[in-house]
């Protein structure tokens, strides 16, 4: 019998709700020495980082629009970063959200198209199904040729992110084109079939949608059998062939999972903010979706949050070029580094686990 | 139109286009074999051809470039050295950092300096052998009419093929990657030999980062590699981590890219879209071929940690 602290990969004697607090405190930890790094290398280049942080603050979290916006932003990062979570769950890395993101985005648009007579929830419905069969089937090639012929899925999954961008852009710009725009695109959602806006506000039911698969997820994987059992798979395949969970069938079906809820963060962007899929597209989901589920410390639970900040950050680098002059590229750094406290925090928490287990 | 100038000028970009992939995916190659998995590639190129294209813009002087361009290397290679190796946090999170931080600092840094301006360099290098090879159609030009880089390139690869399998430091190299415990009971240092392998692999890669710049286009942007730090791992793997297999992949994908420009110049009707997924379809299938359980080294991605065995076994 394998105690479930070690098989987390946690020290075994720190009981469960110390690790989330601990867990916590690392994650702000981090993010307060990625703003420190941020503030140094503004002070470097000449900026002033007191002026630079204020006006990020007032015009992000200190503003009605600002907030809303960090609220429409979160919503593909967190589906992207469910996306992450449930592969990372069973030990794989799904490298290629952006591929997934844009076929399930494609399937999403030229469904809506097909059903612009149907109504609004066919509308919706429809073209989440396209999304979620389009991002699945661009994780599935990937998950089997792991499983079938032992090729890693890191290098196909980043192949099949390039396979989909050039894809895309051809079916855009060839036999999928709007023949009345001269902007290679699918043909524009009317505004009243998109998804309804929450109130007043930018917010729209995507973020319901978003926090409803985050809540599935959560519910799948720390309440039942299936969830238990991914994440033996994950945690030690060996154990869990031993307990004769079927490893190879839970790795290819978390990985097309990911795929598909990928697809559906496409499918969210087309359906909301964009309208339209149009050609040269390049999500950049990927990589702070994996910032993201780190810094959730891989718990579902931590994503929401996670993805407020991630959004917040996608916010200010859109608000930070005109408000103090600092580029966008700026933020990527912050992501980056983000990735790499984090990385830093886990292996001295690993390190304080050892030695708590070394000590007689 | 003249078939030979064509297939000369195919011939000649893929060999001057391959150099930059070649030089970061052999540096991949030395670091996988060590155990290192980086997918930091990227980020690094990107600091390398940042540093390089500035040194070289500033005082005009593209050896000083490519040199500052493996300096940014070495350095970056440290940085992932001193959290992958001695710190030993998770290979992959660190590579991805590095990644999008070394894109974001290169982006953000050519806004700093270059403002709004897309300055190109004004000089560019010597061709040594021009001319020489004018007697044999396509291949002669294609091969001798090239920068003096893409020599220094090939004579890098050939030195990498001879550190990793002539020489001793390459034999342990390699021991790290396949059985780093077996490498510690002998006495060697398994810390120190991966961290040289880091910062050979950051030197190359930097420096392939630089020859983009600085050889390949004659400018730098933010993003610039486009992928192609990504792409070098994928040769890595295709060229089962030996250099000079290794850079015939990435003189293959050249072609494959080329291919795109040599299509449109024939009346065949495919969109260019449609052609720029062929290198990238390219590698997945040749994957398949080739790469069938591929035996990629046994400690690849695993923080040696000493007393704590063979990783899997927790």
């Known amino acids: 019998?394998?105690?479930?602290?070690?098989?987390?990969?946690?020290?075994?004697?720190?009981?469960?709700?110390?690790?989330?607090?601990?867990?916590?405190?690392?994650?702000?930890?981090?993010?307060?020495?990625?703003?420190?790094?941020?503030?140094?290398?503004?002070?470097?280049?000449?900026?002033?980082?007191?002026?630079?942080?204020?006006?990020?603050?007032?015009?992000?979290?200190?503003?009605?629009?600002?907030?809303?916006?960090?609220?429409?932003?979160?919503?593909?990062?967190?589906?992207?970063?469910?996306?992450?979570?449930?592969?990372?769950?069973?030990?794989?890395?799904?490298?290629?959200?952006?591929?997934?993101?844009?076929?399930?985005?494609?399937?999403?648009a030229i469904t809506a198209d097909a059903l612009t007579g149907a109504g609004r929830p066919w509308l919706w419905l429809g073209a989440a199904l396209a999304g979620l069969v389009a991002g699945g089937v661009w994780g599935l090639v990937p998950a089997l040729l792991r499983a079938r012929l032992g090729i890693n899925e890191i290098v196909t999954t980043i192949m099949f992110n390039y396979m989909a961008m050039s894809l895309t852009a051809w079916l855009v710009k060839g036999p999928l084109r709007d023949p009345s725009l001269v902007v290679p695109q699918t043909t524009v959602i009317d505004r009243a079939l998109r998804l309804p806006t929450l109130g007043d506000t930018r917010?729209?039911?995507?973020?319901?949608?978003?926090?409803?698969?985050?809540?599935v997820l959560g519910w799948v994987l720390q309440r039942t059998v299936i969830g238990y059992e991914l994440a033996v798979t994950g945690a030690n395949p060996r154990a869990a062939r031993h307990g004769l969970i079927p490893v190879a069938t839970y790795v290819l079906v978390a990985f097309v999972a990911s795929g598909a809820i990928a697809g559906l963060a496409g499918v969210n962007d087309v359906l909301s903010t964009k309208g339209v899929f149009q050609a040269e597209w390049n999500p950049s989901y990927g990589l702070p979706a994996f910032a993201l589920v780190f810094l959730a410390r891989r718990q579902v639970a931590g994503l929401v949050p996670a993805a407020l900040f991630l959004g917040l950050l996608s916010y200010g680098a859109d608000v930070m070029p005109r408000a103090a002059g600092v580029a966008p590229a700026f933020f990527e750094v912050l992501e980056g580094a983000l990735l790499v406290a984090l990385a830093l925090g886990a292996w001295a928490r690993s390190r304080r686990g050892q030695l708590r287990e070394d000590a007689p | 139109m003249n078939v030979d100038a064509v297939l000369t000028a195919l011939l000649g970009a893929a060999l001057l286009g391959s150099v930059p992939l070649m030089l970061a995916a052999v540096g991949e190659s030395i670091g996988e074999r060590a155990g290192l998995l980086n997918l930091g590639i990227e980020g690094t190129m990107l600091i390398g051809g940042f540093a390089g294209f500035w040194v070289a813009l500033r005082f005009d002087d593209?050896?000083?470039?490519?040199?500052?361009?493996?300096?940014?290397?070495?350095?970056?290679?440290?940085?992932?050295?001193?959290?992958?190796?001695?710190?030993?946090?998770?290979?992959?999170?660190?590579?991805?950092?590095?990644?999008?931080?070394?894109?974001?600092?290169?982006?953000?840094?050519?806004?700093?300096?270059?403002?709004?301006?897309?300055?190109?360099?004004?000089?560019?290098?010597?061709?040594?052998?021009?001319?020489?090879?004018?007697?044999?159609?396509?291949?002669?030009?294609?091969?001798?009419?090239?920068?003096?880089?893409?020599?220094?390139?090939?004579?890098?690869?050939?030195?990498?093929?001879?550190?990793?399998?002539?020489?001793?430091?390459?034999?342990?190299?390699?021991?790290?990657?396949?059985?780093?415990?077996?490498?510690?009971?002998?006495?060697?240092?398994?810390?120190?030999?991966?961290?040289?392998?880091?910062?050979?692999?950051?030197?190359?890669?930097?420096?392939?980062?630089?020859?983009?710049?600085?050889?390949?286009?004659?400018?730098?942007?933010?993003?610039?590699?486009?992928?192609?730090?990504?792409?070098?791992?994928?040769?890595?793997?295709?060229?089962?981590?030996?250099?000079?297999?290794?850079?015939?992949?990435?003189?293959?994908?050249?072609?494959?890219?080329?291919?795109?420009?040599?299509?449109?110049?024939?009346?065949?009707?495919?969109?260019?879209?449609?052609?720029?997924?062929?290198?990238?379809?390219?590698v997945v299938i040749a994957l398949i071929v080739l790469g069938r359980h591929m035996a990629l080294p046994a400690a690849l991605g695993r923080p040696y940690v000493r007393g704590q065995a063979r990783g899997d076994e927790v």
């Open chain 1, 1 to 108: 019998m394998v105690a479930v602290g070690s098989m987390t990969g946690l020290g075994r004697r720190v009981p469960i709700a110390r690790r989330g607090i601990s867990g916590l405190l690392e994650s702000l930890l981090a993010v307060a020495g990625v703003l420190v790094l941020g503030a140094v290398l503004l002070a470097i280049t000449g900026h002033d980082p007191v002026v630079a942080y204020r006006e990020l603050v007032s015009r992000t979290l200190l503003r009605p629009t600002g907030v809303q916006e960090i609220l429409v932003r979160a919503t593909p990062l967190l589906l992207a970063g469910c996306a992450v979570l449930v592969a990372a769950k069973v030990g794989v890395w799904n490298i290629g959200i952006d591929g997934q993101v844009l076929v399930g985005a494609l399937a999403g």
């Open chain 1, 203 to 215: 917010v729209h039911l995507g973020l319901v949608v978003a926090l409803l698969v985050t809540g």
């Open chain 2, 62 to 282: 593209l050896p000083l470039g490519l040199l500052a361009g493996a300096v940014a290397g070495l350095l970056t290679g440290a940085i992932f050295a001193l959290l992958a190796v001695v710190a030993k946090a998770d290979q992959i999170m660190i590579g991805l950092g590095l990644t999008l931080a070394g894109g974001g600092l290169t982006g953000f840094l050519f806004r700093e300096v270059y403002g709004s301006d897309q300055p190109l360099l004004p000089s560019t290098m010597g061709r040594p052998f021009a001319g020489a090879g004018d007697g044999l159609p396509v291949i002669g030009p294609a091969l001798l009419d090239q920068k003096w880089f893409v020599y220094v390139a090939w004579i890098i690869v050939a030195g990498s093929q001879v550190l990793l399998h002539r020489t001793s430091f390459g034999l342990r190299l390699r021991a790290a990657g396949e059985a780093p415990f077996a490498v510690d009971a002998a006495g060697i240092d398994v810390t120190r030999t991966r961290f040289a392998a880091a910062l050979i692999a950051g030197t190359l890669t930097g420096l392939g980062g630089a020859s983009m710049a600085l050889v390949e286009l004659g400018f730098f942007r933010p993003n610039v590699t486009l992928g192609a730090g990504f792409i070098a791992i994928a040769l890595a793997m295709l060229g089962r981590l030996t250099p000079w297999r290794v850079a015939a992949m990435a003189v293959l994908f050249g072609l494959l890219r080329g291919l795109d420009a040599g299509l449109q110049l024939t009346d065949i009707p495919v969109r260019a879209e449609f052609l720029q997924m062929v290198p990238y379809a390219g």
